[in-house]
């Protein structure tokens, strides 16, 4: 691979880090949101959205993950 595509690589592997990262933010945000509801309204329909948005954003962050990391090895 030459040094052109190699930087564009790494430049697009920085982005998806920087992204993830925004995810991890904003999950978090929602978990703690989650967190300091009453445990009624964590049961309630409410609560169980917020739970399943934390658990699919989650699910993005891994699979940045493996973005990253399929990126890593080409370099």
């Given at each position: 691979?030459?040094?052109?595509?190699?930087?564009?690589?790494?430049n697009l592997?920085?982005?998806?880090?920087?992204?993830?990262?925004?995810?991890?933010?904003?999950?978090?945000?929602?978990?703690?949101?989650?967190?300091?509801?009453?445990?009624?309204?964590?049961?309630?329909?409410?609560?169980?959205?917020?739970?399943?948005?934390?658990?699919?954003?989650?699910?993005?962050?891994?699979?940045?993950?493996?973005?990253v990391?399929?990126?890593?090895?080409?370099?």
């Amino acid at each position: 691979m030459n040094d052109k595509r190699r930087k564009a690589l790494s430049n697009l592997k920085g982005q998806i880090e920087d992204l993830k990262g925004e995810l991890e933010s904003i999950k978090d945000e929602e978990q703690e949101s989650f967190d300091n509801l009453p445990e009624g309204l964590q049961q309630a329909e409410n609560g169980q959205n917020m739970e399943d948005c934390v658990s699919h954003i989650d699910e993005a962050v891994g699979g940045l993950d493996d973005a990253v990391s399929a990126l890593e090895s080409i370099s």
